[in-house]
Each structure stands twice: as structure tokens, then as C-alpha cells.
């Protein structure tokens, strides 16, 4: 036995050295923060971060309102707010110090506040069932000129290159700009959070920007402006992302990626998700049933691929899906090179029931020097206004390449259903439209495509006058499957070659 005595004692040391540094909970308190909506706790506040910051532990926030300015968030830190506890923001842009996240992005001139700062941090969170209060319609914006406008509003959260981020159980509310960026982050998880974002413009409720490994789950949120949205607005790529199980409303696009795209997306899957209608009929942007309920845009160079879409209820928004591959070309900094078109390939988007939409209709759209590939839509079913008459079975007179890309930018489409330009290899299967009232376009639209395929659609009677079910414009190599539909019911010009048709 004695030969073992040594290494018991070594095991020994080490574990009480192990119990020396377990991790120790700071109230707030006991710092000198006082919970009555009045004092100003900032220094109080970050006393306790500090502390915990040398120790690794839990920042604790009780009942009560805690009146803040900018707070830095620290590695293996937990910043703790109980149930029936609030941080609530300083309504005076002086409390907010700029800050400098380290990477260059595009808005990186003018957005440099945050109630929550974090840069370069590990082992970071932010927990519990209390509130953070941004106080955001205090900031009041006198000109609509770029980017005065967007100058001292304060994101709620802001989270730059920071590793092992989590944002779990709180209640978000009212921020003066967008409600959380987390930028250039790798590891985030976000996770049964509460948000409610309609107090002032660029309301957005979630911006990933340029992150990897990122988990969002669990999210009820409601924004003026968009709600999960993924970025690049730097050169950093948005991948390796799920999304999953939320209920999200927004004025303007509920699931969105871009408009910023300079690194790109890829390798992102997005499941069972409902976009409902707003709470809130009042509209500072968009309009007040939201304008698409997912919308994947690429404007500004980079690459979008391997996006996996399933499981999708949508009630509301004017336009259901908008895939959009543009070349808007806009640098993320003064000195970067303008980037050329980028490209947009391999999604595929499944099991997608949407209703309420306007008369617009859906679109898939590249451009003429960069198409858009590899795209797969099954059953979906989308019901929509109708009222479309024979004028609007026309061409696009403007194809707006440079454009903002907006799912309302192109007006009624050509087809009350799908509308699919510049693009190759896009297959619909499963498609079940109908309309409100009687609309005179086709329920679907081919437009300069290679290599295409519907099949599986079906249009119930009455859903649409005598014209064409479908039509194709210069485009070559599609199948389309008749299967119960009217006899006459493709409409294919000269231009278009190698169209076949089944059953």
C-alpha cells in the first residue's frame, strides 16, 4: 500500500487546488448596484464583471431594474438575470461609448455602441428569465441621410470575435438599432430567448455575421425589421449554421440571408419554423404582415451553397420564398475591391405550407452574367390573393441588376406562383397553388432556364382563368409533367428549345 501513498497525495493537492478555483457567483449587490430604475449602475455593474472575470463564475442580476450604460462582457463570465429582473438601458448616447470590434465590416464606420459589448472573448454567456431593456425609441433619428441615420443607436448585444458564445432563456426587448450582431464568432448558441423588437429603425432581432458553428433554436421573436438574419458583411463566410424550431414574426423578412454577402453562406440548415403576422400593426419599415417569410439574397460578390430548407409554415407575408442573385457590388470598406457577381447554388427547400400572400408571387432569379443553379423545391404549397389579369403576363421590363434586393422589387410577377429567370438546374416538384380569387397569369414561369423540371403540380379548378398553367421564354432543356393538368395548358415561344413534356 505504501507504494501507492505518492500519487493519493498528488491527487489530493490537485483536487484541492481544483476546489480553490471553482467558480464563484458576484451578485451585483454586493458591487453597489442598486435595483430601482433610477441610479445609474454601469460602474457598479462592471465591478462585478471584472471580478468574476479573475475567477471564472456567474454574474448575478436580482429582482429589480437596473439602470446601465455599455457593459464589456468578459471571458468565463455568465452574466446571470433572475426572473423579474431587468437591465434597462441609459436612454443618453453618452452612456455608450464606441467600441472597435477588431474586424472591418461594412457599417463598421457608423455602428460602434452596444448596451452588452464582448470583443475577442471565450467562455462567455448570457442566461436566465429576466429582461435586458434597450429603451430603444429614446434614440430619435432627425435625418434619413446615410449613414448620419444610423449613428448612436446602440445594438443591445454585440458579440466580435469572440469563441463559446451562449444566449439562453432571457427576454430581449427594444433595442435602438439591431437587437443582437454577433460577428465574426465562432461557436454560438442561442437558445429559448424572447424577443420583441419594435421601438425604432433597423429593428432587426438577430444579425449572424460571418460566424461559424452556430446554433439557434427555440426562439420566439417578433421585429419591425428583419428576424433571423444571416450575414457577411465582411469578408468572413456565415457557415456551418442550424436554425430550428422557432416562431418568428416580422414586418419586414422573417428568415433572410443578406443583403451583405461578401464572404458568403454556406452549409446552413434551417427546420420546422413558423412565421406568423406581427403583434404589432404599427410599421416603422416593411408592411404590417411582413414582406417574405424566407429570403435568400446575394448582391454584394461571395457564395451562397449547401442551404438545406425543410418544414416551413408561413402565414402572412406578402411573398412566401424569394431567392434573389444580383450584383448590387457594394464594397465592405472604402478600400476593399468591388466585388464581382456571386454565385448561388445547391438549395434545396422542402415541406413548406404558406398562406395570406399577396398577389406578387414567388420568385428564383439570377442575372444574365450570373445564373443562379441547382435549386430543388418540393411540396410546397402556397395560397395566395390572386387578381391577376393578362396585362401582367408580360416580360420584366427591368430586371434591376443593381437593385436592393426586396421580394416586392420586381411588382406583380408574370406568375401568381413561381416566377424562375437567368437560372439552371431548378426543379419544382410537389407544388400545390391556389388563389383567393381567379388570376389570368400562369401559376408558373420559365424565363431564360437550362435544364429544368416541374413536376407534381397541381392547381385546383377555379384557381385561375383560361390561359396558360404554364409558360416558358428562351429557355432549353426543361421537362414539364402535364399530370391532370388542362390540355392546353403550356405556353413555350420560338426562342425556347428541347422542351419535353409527360406525364
Known sequence: MRRYRPMLITLLIVGAGLLGAEAKTYDIRRSGAIGDGVTVNTGAIQKAIDSCAATGGTVYVPQGIYLTG?????????????????????????AYPYQDPGIPFYGGDWAKQALIFCKGQENVAIEGRGTIDGQGSAFVTTTLKKPDRYRNRPYLLWFAGCKDVSVTGVHLRNSAFWMQHYLGCERVRIDGVDIWNHSNKNNDMIDIDGCRNVMISNVTGDSDDDGITIKSSSPGVSEFITITNCILSSHCNAIKFGTESTGG???????????????????????PAGIAGLALEM???????????????IEGPEVPIFIRLGNRARKYVETAAVPGPGQ???????????????????????????????ISLSDITVESAGGGTRADFRPLSDEKEDSYPEATMFGKLPAYGFYISHAEEVHLSGIRLTTKTTDARPAVYWSDTRGFSLTGL???????????????????????????????????????KGIRTGQ
Open 299 to 313: 448582391v454584394d460578390g461571395g457564395i451562397m451553397e449547401n442551404v438545406a430548407i425543410s418544414n416551413l409554415v
Open 458 to 496: 397541381s392547381v385546383p379548378a377555379g384557381s385561375s382563368t383560361s390561359g396558360p398553367v404554364v409558360a416558358v421564354r428562351e429557355s432549353t432543356g426543361g421537362f414539364l409533367s402535364q399530370g391532370g393538368l388542362p390540355a392546353k395548358f403550356l405556353d413555350v415561344d420560338k426562342t425556347s
Open 265 to 287: 453562406f454556406r452549409n446552413i440548415t434551417i427546420s420546422n419554423c413558423v412565421v406568423r403576422p406581427s403583434a404589432q400593426t404599427k410599421t416603422i419599415y416593411g408592411r
Open 344 to 374: 448561388l447554388r445547391d438549395l434545396r427547400i422542402s415541406n413548406v405550407v404558406a398562406r395570406g400572400s399577396s398577389n406578387i408571387g414567388c420568385s428564383i432569379t439570377g442575372i444574365k452574367s450570373a445564373r443562379v443553379e441547382r
Open 70 to 94: 455599455t457593459l464589456v462582457l468578459k471571458s468565463n463570465v455568465t452574466l446571470h438575470i433572475a426572473a423579474g429582473a431587468t437591465l434597462l438601458g441609459h436612454t443618453s448616447p453618452s
